[in-house]
């Protein structure tokens, strides 16, 4: 089955406990990208990937850090955490690259909470 | 820079009705591609509809149907014969060309009744 897989799925942990969020894809996407959902804001984006080793900002990448080792793979990396990241985190998909045409899939969310 | 806006925070519509969500954008690129997503109360995030700038005829997929009006940077998401398990936060989104980024609204609750 087609699929973006997160792990974990919920965390709690404390301020400063370094974590990682993994993120994996079956399609053979090119273009990765991890996005937060906060209410009231929608969904904005941290970090996207072109291609492997080809990452770039995106509107909110402050304490926050990604790679991209291999093409199926995106883990999403908070070294210090605080507060002000809890929050629900997507990793998406698609199949090209500058195509607009192309839906993002979406795994099914990180609710991540930090004390 | 580009924008989406969604107006409604929260709509109810009675089982077995049509109900229409808005979304308008803000743009200066010709080429563009206009996304609804469906948020369950689970949380995922579920592709349901896409509108290209450059199509002639609006978007259809089953009960979902997309008014795409390019003049006036609408692209409302028409959900016909509402079911319950329609009750969810709706997403409008707009891909940028050059860094093929999704840019959201902030959604509209959406709750059926019977």
């Known amino acids: 089955e087609a699929q973006v897989t997160q792990n974990p799925r919920y965390l709690i942990t404390v301020t400063g406990k370094k974590l990682t969020v993994t993120c994996s894809q079956n399609?053979?996407?090119?273009?990765m990208s991890w996005y937060r959902q906060d209410p009231g804001l929608g969904l904005r984006q941290i970090y996207y990937?072109?291609?492997?080793?080809?990452?770039d900002k995106g509107d909110v990448p402050e304490g926050y850090k990604v790679s991209r080792k291999e093409k199926r793979n995106f883990p999403l990396i908070l070294e210090s955490p605080s507060p002000n990241q809890t929050s629900l985190y997507f990793c998406?998909?698609?199949?090209?690259?500058?195509?607009?045409?192309?839906?993002?899939?979406f795994g099914d969310g990180t609710r991540l909470s930090i004390l | 820079a580009q924008k989406i806006t969604q107006t409604q925070p929260g709509m109810f519509v009675q089982e077995k009705e049509a109900v229409t969500l808005d979304c308008t954008y803000d743009?200066?690129?010709?080429?563009?591609?206009l996304f609804w997503y469906k948020q369950p109360s689970s949380g995922e995030m579920i592709f349901l509809i896409y509108?290209?700038?450059?199509?002639?005829q609006n978007a259809t997929e089953g009960r979902y149907s997309l008014n795409f009006q390019k003049a006036r940077k609408s692209a409302n998401l028409v959900i016909s014969a509402s079911q319950l398990g329609d009750s969810a936060m709706y997403f409008c989104?707009?891909?940028?060309?050059?860094?093929?980024?999704?840019?959201f609204g902030t959604g509209t609750r959406l709750q059926v009744f019977p």
């Open positions: 509108q290209g700038s450059y199509d002639q």
């Open positions: 743009t200066s690129d010709p080429s563009y591609g």
């Open positions: 399609m053979n996407h090119e273009y």
């Open positions: 990937s072109m291609n492997v080793e080809v990452t």
């Open positions: 998406a998909s698609s199949k090209r690259r500058n195509r607009v045409d192309q839906p993002q899939h």
């Open positions: 989104a707009m891909r940028e060309v050059n860094t093929d980024k999704l840019i």
